[in-house]
């Protein structure tokens, strides 16, 4: 007789035990010591939230399979100052943090329960890109990552995303931190490219390095992508977690008020009379504000102009601030953008705006024409007009030109504009207008002593016409105050708008990356 073959075994079932061990596993995540210098995913989770508030889903994703630690993505609700708060952190120390179909699925799931139950996002980004070994998973379909970005940008204005770039943001992922409302990088680690050098140089011929083409510092200063740069994964975490506390849970609430506090200093003689002459507008910001409450946003990019949050007598405002001691404090292409990007921010999020003006105007000339001046400008002009926020418009000392518009002009309806004594609007200075009205009789008189009793005549005319008692008589400002009483009248103002509330009906605007 023929012996049958025997069958083979068959794996026996996964018991409870095998449960318990794969959670162990997962919870331990990949070996840390691939990846020196980094902190622990779960250790920033610790950072982010409230102790023991973490509720995490999908922990045991893929554990059945080829068993990758959560398939290299934490997803939960924690809280952060007893707030709920959604929470994506990629897992460096699996697969390089890479997104296969699971990664995608689980991503996927926590931001639809953001849109459906309004929670902030916070994103604690450290991943490859799309894992190659499983690109039907995570690249075409429904649920893959083209389903993740459109969440972002359907979430965008209606709940915070905030985003701390602790590793590289590659290919395609680099625009999950795009879509953020701020991005905080961290010094050495943090990358953000769409093809890294080694396939930059086969298409292009050009040889750089990682840092050069996407680091930290780069995107800090030069591209505008990154807001801030860190020199620890902890420290820009809790910089996240500082942040939110200025937003409001979503478009539909309200920013979280605090205790006042009295301002650094009291404003004095920060701004000088003589118009060019440079000082530091964050002195000015220091003198208003609730002491320590600053937080600026973008700070080593585009520095002509400075934006932020704070408080004032404990509430948070978004401030828009010419920076005189930079370029003038003339307004570029990438301060116009920075303008715009935060005034959609604030405005998204019923944050009232205060504009300090000082600016000489839009820079001129042919590479600002060539960079697009104009559009740019007509983005922040299109940003601060259609703000529906309580906006209040400060004039420091020069207000001349478009920038003058740009910075809100009375007739885009702030709801106060309030001068200084050092104060002066126009269409431009008094000495460049009289150079450009009578430039050829000035050029016409021979004599020196002559031809400058000449200008010195019609410039002060000029003045007569844009002096600060002239505009308050013309009703262009509103009131006029000596530096030390800015911050209270400032404060009884916004006292006047709190009942303010956002035209029924109206949809939320997105916050665009522009």
């Known amino acids: 007789m023929t012996e049958l073959a025997a069958e083979p075994s068959t794996p026996a079932a996964p018991t409870y035990d095998d ?8 919870l331990a995540g990949g070996d840390p010591t691939r990846w020196p210098g980094k902190m ?7 950072v982010l939230f409230d102790p023991g508030s973490f509720v995490e889903d999908g922990l045991l994703a893929s554990a059945a399979g080829e068993a990758l630690p959560a398939d290299g993505v934490i997803t939960g609700v924690g809280r952060v100052e007893g707030r709920p708060v959604a929470v994506i952190a990629h897992d460096f120390t699996v697969k390089a943090g890479s997104w296969g179909e699971l ?6 799931r926590i931001l639809e329960r953001a849109d459906r139950d309004l929670l902030p996002v916070v994103y604690l980004v450290d991943s490859a890109g799309g ?19 459109h969440l972002q940008i359907r979430l965008s204005g209606r709940v915070p995303q905030i985003c701390c770039l602790h590793g590289p943001s590659a290919a395609g992922g680099a625009y999950m931190p ?3 409302d701020w991005v905080g990088m961290v010094r050495g680690n943090a990358s953000m490219y769409l093809a890294s050098p080694r396939v930059a140089e086969k298409v292009t011929g050009e040889r750089t390095t990682l840092e050069e083409m996407g680091g930290a510092m780069m995107h800090a200063t030069v591209s505008g992508c990154g807001d801030e740069v860190f020199d620890s994964d902890w420290e820009a975490v809790a910089a996240a977690r500082l942040l939110l506390g200025y937003l409001p849970d979503d478009f539909r609430s309200s920013p979280a008020r605090r205790e006042p506090e009295a301002p650094e200093h009291v404003l004095g003689d920060v701004v000088p009379f003589d118009p060019n002459e440079a000082y530091e507008v964050r002195d000015v910001i220091d003198g208003i504000v609730d002491a320590g409450s600053f937080f600026e946003i973008k700070a080593r990019w585009a520095e002509e102009i400075v934006v932020g949050l704070a408080r004032l007598d404990g509430r948070v405002i978004g401030l828009v601030a010419n920076q005189p001691g930079v370029r003038s404090g003339a307004i570029f292409p990438d301060s116009a953008d920075k303008a715009a990007r935060f005034l959609a921010l604030c405005d998204a999020f019923g944050i009232p705006l205060v504009f300090l003006q000082d600016v000489p105007g839009f820079m001129v000339g042919v590479e600002v024409e060539r960079q697009g001046i104009i559009r740019h400008g007509a983005k922040m002009l299109a940003a601060m007009s259609s703000a529906e926020v ?4 400060v004039v420091l000392r020069k207000a001349y030109a478009a920038g003058y518009y740009a910075m809100c002009a009375p007739g885009f309806e702030p709801r106060a504009t ?4 050092t104060a002066s609007i126009g269409p431009m200075s008094a000495e460049a207008s009289v150079n450009a009205v009578y430039a050829n009789k000035i050029a016409a008189i021979e004599d020196p002593d002559e031809r400058a009793r000449y200008v010195a005549a019609r410039t002060a005319e000029q003045e007569r016409d844009i002096n600060l008692l002239r505009m308050a008589g013309d009703l262009v400002v509103d009131t006029v105050v000596e530096p030390g009483a800015l911050r209270a009248e400032l404060a009884a103002r916004m006292v006047d708008a709190d009942r303010w509330t956002r035209e029924p009906g109206r949809r939320h605007h997105l916050i665009s990356p522009v």
């Open 390 to 393: 309580p906006k209040y418009t």
């Open 418 to 421: 309030i001068g200084l004594p």
């Open 131 to 149: 894992r190659l070994t499983d690109q039907m998973g995570f690249f075409p379909g429904r649920r893959g990552a083209s389903a993740i970005f």
């Open 40 to 46: 622990p995913v779960r250790d920033r989770l610790a």
């Open 178 to 180: 795009a879509f953020c």
């Open 103 to 108: 990664t995608c699925e689980k991503q996927i």
């Open 19 to 26: 449960v318990v061990k794969a959670r162990e596993s997962a």
